[in-house]
């Protein structure tokens, strides 16, 4: 098991339940996310020189966790670690014949939330394993992982050919540069979904105005968040660039309680076949440009393949609202104040979100 630091709240503390793993003979490593790009550098640089030299002694800790109920104390220095807002986001689930890749977080807040996953046999699961391997070798040396995946046979996984299929697999900013390039391909024929927890990155903002300028149409769903960011401003703008020239344009809101719309996918219709990713990626900064560690596929498939069946099945149920009420209109969530719309663009150029 590969896993974010954050199970440990940042090293303040041995995580109970995985010890049992251990116990039982389960190989855990903790991501040293300190090894990771600093997306919030006016934070990190001071945290290098003055807080991480001095380490982060475990299970010492006197403060309540300031994010999760239940686990022991926390330190100060991990508090302050934490603040580095970095993660191994990846989301994955494989054996030797098998591989699942899901928007969800194993954990009990994680239940609540509107999540997907796909399930696959391929032989790119070999890829995938081994795009596993440079992570392993970035976990904390104490971990009983011992910073190494081993070797695996993977020449048992059922394959057929399949033409009206394809997949491909994409880790960290390789996932934008394709998105931003088949964006960029579409045509006024075509229409984009998106459904997404986060939508702030400025490359894919840009890439959807330019791409509506040619005529694509766009059905963006959204997390609905309270504090309005990034979400209703992102939203705000699209919205208000589509109504000034007219473009095929339309956001909705999830309609959530206590849970979150913390799906992350993108579908592009086209006339034969549709494109799709999923997988752990937010379309905010920190997620595409190289911060965290993140891993999607890319599903090619054309209309008579049953994914893409319970893809549109999915979309539809949720937009058009049947058997339910998924989605809200734009109108009665909206935030377009001129504040949240400047405050979002300074945090995002600047890089001092932390979404």
């Not at 050919?161 to 540069?177: A, D, H, P, R």
Request: positive net charge; without cysteine; glycine residues 6%.
């Amino acid at each position: 098991m590969i896993l974010d630091e954050s199970n440990t709240f940042y090293g303040a503390f041995d995580n109970p339940t995985h010890k049992k793993l251990e116990e039982a003979g389960v190989k855990i490593g903790y991501v040293d996310l300190a090894k990771l790009r600093d997306p919030l550098p006016l934070y990190s640089k001071p945290w290098r020189l003055f807080v991480q030299p001095f380490g982060n002694p475990k299970n010492v800790g006197k403060r309540k966790n300031p994010v999760y109920e239940g686990t022991d104390k926390v330190t100060i220095r991990s508090i302050l670690r934490a603040l580095n807002a970095k993660a191994d986001h990846r989301k994955l689930i494989m054996n030797e014949s098998t591989a699942m890749l899901t928007s969800a977080n194993p954990h009990a807040e994680g239940s609540k939330h509107s999540n997907v996953a796909f399930k696959f046999s391929s032989p790119i699961i070999k890829d995938i394993y081994n795009a596993e391997k440079p992570v392993a070798k970035i976990t904390k040396p104490d971990g009983s992982l011992q910073q190494k995946l081993p070797d695996k046979d993977f020449s048992n996984i059922p394959f057929s050919q399949n033409n009206s299929l394809k997949l491909q697999y994409f880790t960290e900013g390789q996932t934008v540069i394709d998105i931003t390039r088949e964006i960029k391909n579409s045509g006024s024929e075509d229409k984009i979904i998106i459904a997404q927890f986060f939508l702030s990155d400025r490359g894919i903002i840009n890439s959807i105005r330019k791409a509506a300028k040619r005529g694509v149409e766009f059905q963006i769903i959204l997390n609905n968040s309270n504090a309005g960011l990034p979400n209703k401003a992102s939203a705000g703008e699209l919205m208000k660039y589509a109504r000034k020239h007219n473009y095929k344009i339309n956001v909705k809101f999830y309609n959530k309680a206590e849970e979150m719309y913390h799906v992350k996918m993108l579908s592009i219709l086209k006339k034969d076949y549709m494109i799709t990713y999923a997988g752990s990626t937010n379309f905010t900064r920190r997620n595409m440009r190289n911060y965290n560690l993140e891993n999607e596929i890319k599903i090619i498939s054309t209309y008579d393949q049953k994914i893409s069946e319970s893809l549109l099945n999915y979309y539809d149920t949720l937009w058009n609202n049947k058997n339910g009420i998924f989605t809200l209109p734009y109108d009665e969530h909206k935030n377009e104040k001129v504040l949240n719309d400047l405050l979002f663009r300074f945090i995002e150029i600047n890089g001092l979100g932390i979404f």
